[in-house]
């Protein structure tokens, strides 16, 4: 098992290069082809005051710099794959919302593997762009690069986040590529007394022989919260493991209840050092 066919999703110009760099080294000298895709508003409605009219000029001008944006993303993308030396395939995708994870979400089926970056927010980048929908409608594992975009390669030391949910074994069995290849495998299980799907006594022990069988050696780990988040108890052990990734399941509490209340999957959406790879 492997990747073979990875979509990268570029929501701004800002995301070709360290998207597709990643994408480059972790995959390289591997039979790779990439999709590229990025979305832009199929339609605008701009209104003149003050008798609410569609304003012409202004919607062709926000046409030509849609294409625009298209022109300048596919072009880099295409130079980026060039030089990489990927078979490469560019998606551009209209929608009445422009937005790039959506639009990608029926390549997204087709692929092994979705990679996007985390906007910098300290940057002020875009926000917008819905990378949920594409851990909850793609069917594919999503690996999300830092901000920064920069991913360790190879990636050496991987930490699982094991909960024993449904969505943790779907990303623990999505990462199998990676997890061979790494150096170190490090299970982590947080306050495993208090999971509903966990035996405690025996908490990682069985995903840990599950991997075992498939040639990895695993380390299990079972540490306490205490008064902090169980997000700042795993952002504690990958800095303590220098670990290159994160391999966890997303949204295994309510959307809702994370939206309202946080959560370990909007916590490392929001910031992470180091990549993710969720599924769902």
């Known amino acids: ?65 849609a294409d625009a944006r298209m022109r300048e993303v596919g072009d880099a993308f295409d130079k980026a794959c060039d030089l990489a030396g990927l078979s490469h ?20 089926r087709s692929a092994d593997l979705v990679v996007v970056r985390q906007p910098d927010r300290k940057a002020n980048e875009d926000m917008a762009t819905n990378v949920e929908a594409l851990l909850f409608e ?25 909960d024993g949910s ?17 150096d170190a495998v490090e299970i982590v299980v947080v306050d495993p007394d208090k999971l509903p799907d966990i035996d405690a006594p025996l908490a990682g022990t069985d995903i840990a022989s599950c991997l075992s069988r498939h040639g990895i050696h ?5 540490v306490s ?7 700042e108890a795993i952002s504690t052990q990958v800095s303590a493991t220098n670990a290159d990734l994160v391999v ?21 959406l929001e910031n992470s050092p180091v990549a993710v790879l969720m599924s769902r």
């Not at 597709?20 to 995959?27: E, K, L, P, V």
């Not at 690069?145 to 390669?153: C, F, M, N, Q």
């Not at 449904?166 to 790494?182: I, M, Q, S």
């Not at 919260?225 to 997000?231: F, I, K, N, P, V």
């Open 225 to 231: 919260r205490g008064t902090g988040s169980t997000a």
């Open 166 to 182: 449904r969505e943790a074994a779907r990303a623990t069995h999505d990462a199998l590529p990676l997890l061979k290849a790494a």
């Open 1 to 65: 098992m492997t990747y073979h066919t990875i979509l990268a999703v570029y929501s701004t110009p800002a995301d070709v290069a360290p998207v597709t760099t990643a994408i480059a080294d972790f995959a390289g000298g591997r039979e790779v082809h990439v999709l590229g895709c990025h979305g832009e508003p199929s339609q605008f409605v701009v209104l003149s005051a003050p008798i609410d009219v569609p304003d012409a000029a202004t919607i062709a001008a926000l046409y030509e710099q």
């Open 218 to 222: 695993a380390n299990v780990t079972t």
């Open 89 to 108: 395939e560019w998606r551009p995708v209209r929608s009445p919302g422009g937005d790039s994870a959506v639009s990608a979400l029926a390549s997204a």
């Open 138 to 162: 793609g069917g594919r594992p999503v690996l999300f690069l830092p901000s920064s975009g920069k991913l360790a390669t190879p990636i050496k030391r991987i930490l699982i986040a094991w």
């Open 248 to 268: 966890m399941g997303a949204y295994t509490h309510q959307r809702l209840r994370e939206w309202l209340f946080g959560g370990v999957t909007r916590a490392f």
